[in-house]
C-alpha cells in the first residue's frame, strides 16, 4: 500500500490530543509520519508530541500554525506531508485500528481520489449515531441533503487535495461540506466505506458546533457561497439555525421580535407552531 500522511489539527486540547495519537498509532496499516499542527503555541500539546515522538515507530512532527485554524492547520500539515494519502483527524476525534487499511485498500480498488467511511457521532453524552456518506454524489447533489464527511473520516490523494486547494479557512463552518463539494466540481471521484470507523466525539467546552454569533456568520456565508445549489429543506434548515442563534444572542426586545418574524418565514407558521408546542 502506498505511504499514509496523518495531520492531526490542534488547538489547546492537550488531554484529548493524546487519545487521538493514541488511535493512530493502533492502526492496522501503520502511516509514515504523523503530523501536529498546533495554532496555540501550546507547551502542554509541545510535549505530547515529544512524548509521542520518543514512542512511536513513525515520525512525530510538531508544527506551528501562526495563522490559527483549523483549515490553515489542514492546509499547512498537507503542505508539509510526504505520504501520497493524506488522512486528517481532529484533535477531538479518533479512528478505530482498521481505518486507515480500509479507507487506502478500497481507494486502491476503486481507483478513487478520495475515500470517505462512516462514523459514529456522539451528539451529546449519551447518544450515538452511526452516519454513513451516500455514494454517487455530484457537486450539486451534494447540497440536497446533510452530509456525513467530516475533517476525521476521509483519506484522500495529496496530489488531488492539492490541486483543489485545501481548506478554505474562509469557510468557518461546514468548511469540511465545502471542501466535498468543490473536491467533486474538480472532477475528483469517490468512495464510501459504510461501516463507522472514525468516531466523531462529544465533549464540554468551546467547539466549532456551539451556539454563538460566530456560528450564526458562519452558517451566513455558507448560504451565500452554496444557497443556490441547495434543497429548500438544507436552506431552511440552515437559515432558521442561523436566525435561531442570532435570536439567543440579541438584547434588543426589536431586534428580537423582526428575528422572531423572520423564524416565522423560514419556518412556516404551522412548524414554527409546532415547534413552539413541543419545547
Not at 476525534?93 to 457521532?121: M, N
Not at 446533510?146 to 473520516?153: A, P
Not at 488531488?160 to 469557510?171: C, E, K, L, Q, S
Not at 466549532?208 to 445549489?229: C, E, M, N, Q, V
Amino acid at each position: 500500500m502506498q505511504a499514509v500522511s496523518v495531520v492531526i489539527p490542534t488547538h489547546l486540547r492537550s488531554h484529548l490530543l493524546r487519545e487521538s495519537i493514541a488511535s493512530v498509532a493502533a492502526q492496522t496499516l501503520q502511516p509514515a509520519e504523523l503530523l501536529i499542527v498546533d495554532d496555540a503555541n501550546d507547551p502542554a500539546t509541545q510535549a505530547v508530541v515529544a512524548e509521542a515522538d520518543a514512542r512511536l515507530p513513525f515520525a512525530v512532527r510538531y508544527i506551528a500554525n501562526d495563522a490559527g485554524g483549523v483549515c490553515h492547520s489542514r492546509n499547512k500539515g498537507a503542505q508539509a506531508a510526504t505520504g501520497q494519502w493524506v488522512g486528517f483527524l481532529d484533535d477531538d476525534d479518533l479512528w478505530h485500528p482498521p481505518f486507515l487499511e480500509r479507507l487506502v485498500g478500497l481507494a486502491g480498488q476503486k481507483r478513487v481520489g478520495l475515500v470517505i467511511s462512516g462514523l459514529l457521532h456522539h451528539e451529546d453524552e449519551h447518544s450515538v449515531k452511526p452516519r454513513a456518506q451516500l455514494t454517487g454524489l455530484t457537486a450539486d447533489t451534494a447540497l440536497q441533503q446533510n452530509g456525513s464527511m467530516t475533517g476525521s473520516n476521509f483519506v484522500i490523494d495529496r496530489a488531488a487535495y492539492h490541486r483543489v486547494g485545501g481548506f478554505d479557512p474562509a469557510v468557518t463552518v461546514f468548511n469540511d461540506w465545502d471542501f466535498f463539494v468543490r473536491v467533486l466540481d474538480a472532477g475528483v471521484t469517490y468512495a464510501v466505506d459504510p461501516e463507522p470507523l472514525a468516531e466523531w466525539r462529544f465533549h464540554p467546552g468551546d467547539r466549532i458546533a456551539t451556539p454563538s454569533l460566530r456560528r450564526a456568520a458562519g452558517i451566513g456565508f455558507f448560504l451565500d457561497r452554496h444557497g443556490k445549489r441547495m434543497s429548500k429543506q438544507v436552506w431552511r434548515d440552515l437559515e432558521t439555525t442561523m436566525l435561531g442563534i442570532r435570536r439567543i444572542h440579541t438584547k434588543s426586545r426589536f431586534e428580537k421580535l423582526i428575528l422572531s418574524a423572520q423564524l416565522v418565514r423560514a419556518h412556516g407558521p404551522v412548524r414554527y407552531l409546532k415547534r413552539i408546542l413541543h419545547r
